[in-house]
């Protein structure tokens, strides 16, 4: 079974950068892909953006693109969510996907931002 963890949320002011870790158990380039996703407060979960390969561009949810950028370490069975120009209504709970034949997901980071 996969596993992955999620870190590097925390509470940041508007305008402000986070980047956020998802370390995987398994050897990413064996996935089909992976994801980042966000649940806000008392909303559904949403999809922020999708990486499956790395000659790949990642693609956004339209109201983080130019804001958020995904990226992999693939020595490091990582990839990362670098988060520029942050506003409140990117607050919520961020968890990383991955899939082969199956759905695997992190338990979620926190992050907060102030206005």
């Known amino acids: 079974q996969v596993h992955l963890v999620e870190s590097g949320g925390g509470l940041v002011q508007a305008g402000g950068s986070l980047t956020l870790s998802c370390v995987v158990s398994v050897n990413i380039t064996n996935l089909y892909g992976m994801a980042w996703h966000r649940r806000a407060p008392e909303k559904q979960r949403e999809l922020v953006g999708v990486?499956?390969?790395?000659?790949?561009?990642?693609d956004y949810v339209d109201s983080v693109k130019g804001r958020f950028s995904i990226s992999r370490d693939d020595k490091k069975n990582t990839i990362y969510l670098s988060m520029n120009n942050l506003k409140p209504e990117d607050t919520g709970i961020y968890y990383c996907?991955?899939?082969?034949?199956?759905?695997?997901w992190g338990q979620g980071t926190q992050v907060a931002v102030s206005s």
């Open positions: 996907e991955g899939w082969d034949e199956q759905k695997c």
């Open positions: 990486i499956t390969s790395p000659t790949i561009t990642p």
